[in-house]
């Protein structure tokens, strides 16, 4: 009688977890104070790390469940995060969503040409310093490939898992939810699409649930060159982390053997 109870009770949640993934929100997102629709619009579900975007009427229908987060950003507005409600899910009715457009400021630009005297010596201490390293593999024909990653990496990821006060160790460590989001993100071709066309680090701030600083810290902690940081699109840097973190679980285990 128990062994059967215990069956009934798995369907059933079962079947509620089930119907719950199967649930979806919809809406059309507009220019704040007028019914003008953004096309678009970058939505992404940070509990489930899947993402659309905004067909050219503005709408659209992503999977959802109650207590959702979804975060909508867009090119010159303001990003906003929006809880998903259970009304939302059960009515079924298209909410509209606005967004508030920012002002945007042109910054001076100096441009900084370089003076030469004519003297080698002297000129040469004035073109920047690229500290990215270069490889070559044989027998392809070229003559490098642009390597970001600075020689001796994994040394500073295993230094992290034998030093618990280093910043990777807290990180790595004490947000394994929030680095496993990162995989996630990997796999979803629509969110590797909206990054690699990003610079603005806001999408992996909210998933990690770390500052800007902190984020910059994470890259360069694993052994990244300060170009790359600077250079790089949201998908490269999502690229590193990964790795980084990947190696970061793999001496983990190793560790832990005996």
């Known amino acids: 009688m128990k062994k059967l109870l215990l069956f009934f009770t798995f369907m059933i949640v079962t079947s509620f977890v089930v119907a719950q993934s199967d649930t979806s929100v919809k809406g059309t997102v507009v220019i704040a104070g007028s019914d003008t629709p953004l096309e678009n619009v970058n939505i992404v ?15 659209f229908e992503i999977n959802a469940v109650v207590n959702d987060t979804l975060h909508l950003s867009y090119l010159g507005y303001k990003s906003i995060r929006v809880r998903v409600t259970n ?4 009515y079924q009715a298209s909410t509209t969503i606005e967004m508030t457009e920012l002002a945007l400021a042109l910054e001076e630009v100096v441009v900084n040409q370089l003076k030469l005297t004519g003297y080698l010596e002297v000129d040469i201490k004035q073109v920047p310093i690229v500290q990215n390293t270069r490889y070559s593999i044989s027998g392809l024909p070229s003559t490098g490939y642009e390597s970001i990653r600075r020689p001796g990496p994994i040394n500073r990821v295993l230094g992290a898992i034998f030093n618990p006060a280093d910043f990777l160790y807290k990180i790595f460590g004490k947000k394994p939810r929030e680095m496993r989001k990162l995989r996630k993100m990997k796999e979803d071709d629509e969110i590797r699409n909206l990054l690699a066309s990003r610079f603005d680090r806001e999408m992996l701030l909210a998933l990690l649930q770390v500052e800007k600083v902190d984020l910059d810290l994470i890259v360069s902690e694993c052994d990244y060159s300060k170009d790359f940081i600077n250079s790089a699109n949201d998908l490269q840097i999502l690229d590193a982390i990964s790795e980084c973190y990947e190696e970061y679980r793999v001496l983990s285990r190793n560790k832990l053997k005996p």
């Open 45 to 59: 579900n940070l509990n489930q790390v899947i993402g659309t975007a905004t067909s050219v009427t503005g709408e």
């Open 87 to 90: 009304d939302w899910i059960k």
